[in-house]
């Protein structure tokens, strides 16, 4: 590598051997995993009886009660513009009238997007015009204009998290704000909320100008205090982008280019976190407080799950650590690896042997993950995976990581009855209360390829093995049914006006 090289590397704080690793993947590409069968209920999913939700809402209760440190963990770097990719179509469009049904269908309900208000007042300040105004005299692409530009609302630019999603008698709310409430209805222990939003540099000022704003409204609203912080993807987490020839890509000026290296960069944000349990939503996934119940039964019915599994494995550890285990204990602890954790051991070992690898199966971090019924097309979900000690653990896969031209596989995929809506609570934290070193349970063998191009030129982008898929593969995982009322993301802008989000 060049000199010049040689300094970019150091100033992103990458290393050359983790460049050579990177090309080499480009070259071999990644294995698809070996899939047994695809999870389902009674076989790697619970669904819970109304008795037993109940039990172990009363667990998640008692938890809070006892003052332990839970952190909700939101990733909110993306960018809201894949939200308005049709209105900026239209912008181009040799038309001005809305034509498609996308376009129509966003004009005919304007009045019910939360930002209506906004966008009214910004186009009578720039244009001299209210929206009712311009769209009867057939500027559309004006109103567009307002609200995507810099000059208006500058919605094309901004982050999701800062949109207004919901409307309410008493101001309408962004997703951070729905987020703050969300908090204060599951995960306050002690009175106290804690919130880590990982964003963009570029957007950060604004997230923590947002939450200066509101954070007192809310707390003074539901009774807590909120201890909200912020960091950004690291820049030693970008990926080098290689050319056709798997050489690295070069710039105009010949420096090298790096790519963000996806969701599962934050593993690393993750693991600075200090949390007792942590929980992970998507920043887009929110409703408004009427729709609220079962998010928040549901959150609270996983993290009973979690802390009560939690318990189990820890007393487990103790009693393997302890000298005194009996045949017994042996047979109860490998029961509860089983049944409970979904983790299918190959052939049993010798006494001593049996117990190395269950204390090495349950000395790990631990998630539950809601699965919602997939409705739709099947794609990436629960699976059960045969590992390379043999044994079988859950484990969520995306599309990219199943051979799509192997038929056993492809059967499996179809068999697939759930999906994964980026619903998990996390602990994070062993037996001793010392928080896991959560990069030795990634699989550095997950990671993605796809193609992409710049500088009107074809290039091969890596992404790392995703945060909730290869980074946490060596995780204990339990799979737990949610209802779908719990997954309502918002992809484009007339998402918003689903009635979930009205």
């Keep these: 590598m060049k000199e010049t090289d040689l300094k970019t590397l150091a100033s992103k704080g990458i290393s050359e051997e983790q460049i050579k690793a990177q090309l080499e993947a480009f070259r071999t590409g990644f294995p698809f995993l070996n899939i047994e069968k695809a999870a389902a209920i009674g076989d790697g999913i619970v669904r819970y009886t109304e008795p037993e939700q109940e039990e172990y809402l009363k667990e998640w209760e008692d938890y809070l009660g006892e003052g332990h440190r839970v952190v909700k963990f939101v990733p909110a770097s993306g960018a809201a513009s894949r939200m308005f990719k049709n209105l900026f179509e239209f912008l181009n469009q040799p038309y001005n009238l809305p034509k498609s049904d996308f376009e129509v269908k966003f004009f005919s309900n304007l009045k019910k997007f939360a930002f209506y208000e906004d966008l009214n007042e910004v186009c009578k300040k720039n244009e001299g015009k209210d929206i009712e105004t311009l769209t009867k005299e057939g500027e559309y692409k004006t109103v567009v204009r307002n609200l995507l530009e810099e000059e208006g609302l500058n919605y094309g630019n901004l982050p999701k998290g800062l949109l207004k999603f919901h409307a309410y008698a008493d101001g309408n709310r962004t997703p951070v704000e729905e987020h703050l409430v969300e908090g204060a209805l599951y995960a306050a222990s002690d009175g106290k909320v804690n919130l880590h939003f990982t964003v963009s540099a570029d957007h950060r000022e604004l997230f923590e100008q947002k939450v200066?704003?509101?954070?007192?409204?809310?707390?003074?609203?539901y009774g807590v205090r909120y201890d909200v912080s912020f960091s950004e993807q690291k820049a030693s987490t970008d990926t080098i982008a290689a050319d056709m020839e798997n050489e690295p890509f070069r710039d105009e000026k010949g420096g090298l280019v790096f790519r963000p290296g996806g969701h599962g960069a934050l593993i690393e944000n993750l693991n600075d976190i200090d949390g007792d349990?942590?929980?992970?939503?998507?920043?887009?996934?929110?409703?408004?407080?009427r729709y609220k119940g079962d998010t928040v039964r549901y959150k609270q019915l996983i993290a009973g799950v979690l802390v009560s599994a939690q318990r189990k494995a820890f007393a487990a550890l103790e009693k393997l650590n302890s000298g005194d285990v009996s045949e017994k204990d042996i047979e109860e602890i490998s029961d509860f690896c089983e049944k409970t954790l979904n983790n299918k051991q190959g052939a049993r070992l010798p006494r001593e042997e049996q117990i190395a690898y269950l204390r090495g199966k349950l000395d790990r971090p631990i998630r539950v993950c809601g699965m919602v019924k997939n409705e739709g097309e099947p794609g990436g979900g629960p699976y059960l995976i045969v590992n390379k000690d043999g044994s079988v653990s859950p484990q969520i896969l995306e599309s990219s990581q199943i051979d799509t031209k192997d038929e056993r596989s492809?059967?499996?995929?179809?068999?697939?009855?759930?999906?994964?809506?980026?619903?998990?609570v996390c602990?994070?934290?062993?037996?001793?209360?010392?928080?896991?070193?959560?990069?030795?349970?990634?699989?550095?063998?997950?990671?993605?390829?796809?193609?992409?191009?710049?500088?009107?030129?074809d290039l091969k982008a890596l992404e790392l093995p995703?945060?909730?898929?290869?980074?946490?593969?060596?995780?204990?995982?339990?799979?737990?049914?949610?209802?779908?009322s719990t997954f309502n993301p918002v992809k484009t802008v007339n998402d918003l006006l689903r009635e979930q989000h009205q």
């Design 277 to 289: 349990v942590i929980f992970i939503k998507n920043i887009d996934n929110v409703v408004p407080d």
């Design 212 to 221: 200066r704003e509101v954070k007192d409204v809310y707390a003074t609203r």
């Design 427 to 457: 602990g994070t934290k062993n037996y001793r209360g010392e928080s896991f070193d959560l990069l030795k349970y990634v699989d550095p063998e997950t990671g993605f390829i796809s193609l992409k191009s710049k500088y009107g030129r």
């Design 410 to 424: 492809m059967t499996i995929m179809k068999t697939a009855t759930h999906f994964n809506p980026v619903d998990l």
């Design 466 to 484: 995703g945060l909730w898929n290869g980074a946490m593969s060596d995780w204990n995982t339990l799979f737990v049914e949610v209802p779908v």
